[in-house]
């Protein structure tokens, strides 16, 4: 064995560190709620979720035709979904936009009481209690919220709580020129 051989032996686990060590560090510094998704701009799922309850009416994919539609997926037990909730409701009142409900893996009785609580934003809330549905959209967690165009196809997807600061900067203008 040559002389440079056997030392590159001996540096060869260091190198392979510092290189795990550098995708790594790049890793820590992308921001999480940007995970991609092979769905924008391609139709929703086809899908037909029964009502929350007999308070609501049921949701499909059928639904999301014909207008610009937020579709957000929650549930009652679900922390951040309180937290964006409040914004939900100044959505729904202003009426520039259906936004329907997707009721992730949940009690009925406890979504239906959460509701009741905090009040309800949504022109129809689908049941998704195995998470097909949300499987098939690509959910990864909630809350998570699309914006689905007049033709049914997803534009957006946001992962988390919406903040002010997400609608008035991201989905908002989205919303403004899909209406275009």
Same mark, same amino acid.
Request: include cysteine.
């Given at each position: 064995? @040559?002389?440079?051989?056997?030392?590159?032996? @001996?540096?060869?686990? #260091?190198?392979?560190?510092?290189?795990?060590?550098?995708?790594? =560090? +790049?890793?820590?510094?992308?921001?999480?709620?940007?995970?991609?998704?092979?769905?924008?701009?391609?139709?929703?799922?086809?899908? %037909?979720?029964?009502?929350?309850?007999?308070?609501?009416?049921?949701?499909?994919?059928? %639904? =999301?035709?014909?207008?610009? #539609?937020?579709?957000?997926?929650?549930?009652?037990?679900?922390?951040?979904? +309180?937290?964006?909730?409040?914004?939900?409701?100044?959505?729904?009142?202003?009426?520039?936009?259906?936004?329907?409900?997707?009721? @992730?893996? %949940?009690?009925?009785?406890?979504?239906? %009481?959460?509701?009741?609580?905090?009040?309800?934003?949504?022109?129809?809330?689908?049941? $998704?209690?195995?998470?097909?549905?949300?499987? /098939?959209?690509?959910?990864?967690?909630?809350?998570?919220?699309?914006?689905?165009?007049? /033709?049914?196809? *997803?534009?957006?997807?946001?992962?988390?709580?919406?903040? $002010? $600061?997400?609608?008035?900067?991201? *989905?908002?203008?989205? *919303?403004?020129? =899909?209406?275009?």
């Amino acid at each position: 064995m @040559y002389f440079g051989q056997r030392y590159f032996v @001996y540096l060869l686990p #260091a190198i392979v560190f510092v290189i795990l060590t550098g995708f790594l =560090l +790049r890793g820590l510094s992308l921001d999480p709620s940007l995970v991609p998704t092979a769905l924008i701009d391609k139709p929703v799922p086809s899908f %037909d979720l029964n009502a929350l309850d007999n308070r609501s009416d049921p949701l499909s994919s059928q %639904d =999301l035709q014909g207008r610009v #539609a937020l579709v957000n997926v929650f549930s009652s037990w679900c922390g951040p979904c +309180r937290i964006e909730h409040p914004l939900l409701l100044k959505i729904a009142e202003r009426g520039d936009v259906a936004l329907h409900g997707i009721n @992730y893996k %949940d009690d009925p009785v406890a979504a239906r %009481d959460w509701l009741d609580e905090l009040g309800n934003p949504f022109e129809r809330i689908g049941a $998704d209690r195995d998470g097909r549905v949300s499987i /098939d959209l690509g959910v990864y967690g909630v809350p998570e919220t699309f914006l689905v165009d007049g /033709d049914g196809r *997803i534009r957006y997807k946001h992962i988390g709580p919406i903040s $002010d $600061d997400d609608w008035n900067t991201h *989905i908002w203008p989205l *919303i403004r020129a =899909l209406h275009q």
